[in-house]
Nanobody, 112 residues
C-alpha cells in the first residue's frame, strides 16, 4: 500500500521551531519531487515549498522563505520540513505530497 505518514506537528509558541516528517511506504520517493502545502482554518490549501527529486533543489512560498527549509533522505524514504521562527499565521494543517499521493496532514498550532 502506497502511503505517506506524517509526524512532528504540535503546539508551539511564536518564535519556536518544529520539524515535520513525511515517511513514504510502498514506493520509493527517489527521483520524485516532494511538495509541502498547508491549509489554515477557513482558507484554501496553499503551497509552502517543494524539493526536487533529481538535484535536491528547493523552492518556497514568499511567506516562508528564509524560515522554512525542506530536505529529504531518500535512503530513509522520508522528507522533512524544518520550520523556524514560527508565527501565529503559520498555524495550519500541513500536508506532504509525492507521486500525486497526499499525506493525511499534521496540525501545527503557533500561539502568540
Amino acid at each position: 500500500q502506497v502511503q505517506l505518514v506524517q509526524s512532528g506537528g504540535g503546539l508551539v509558541q511564536a518564535g519556536d521551531s518544529l520539524r515535520l516528517s513525511c515517511a513514504a511506504s510502498g514506493r520509493s520517493i527517489s527521483g520524485y519531487i516532494m511538495g509541502w502545502y498547508r491549509q489554515a482554518p477557513g482558507k484554501e490549501r496553499e503551497f509552502v515549498g517543494s524539493i526536487s527529486g533529481s538535484d535536491g533543489s528547493t523552492r518556497y512560498a514568499d511567506s516562508v522563505k528564509e524560515r522554512f527549509f525542506i530536505s529529504r533522505d531518500d535512503a530513509k524514504n522520508t522528507g522533512y520540513l524544518q520550520m523556524n521562527s514560527l508565527k501565529s499565521e503559520d498555524t495550519a494543517i500541513y500536508y506532504c505530497v509525492v507521486w500525486g499521493t497526499w499525506g493525511r496532514g499534521t496540525q501545527v498550532t503557533v500561539s502568540s
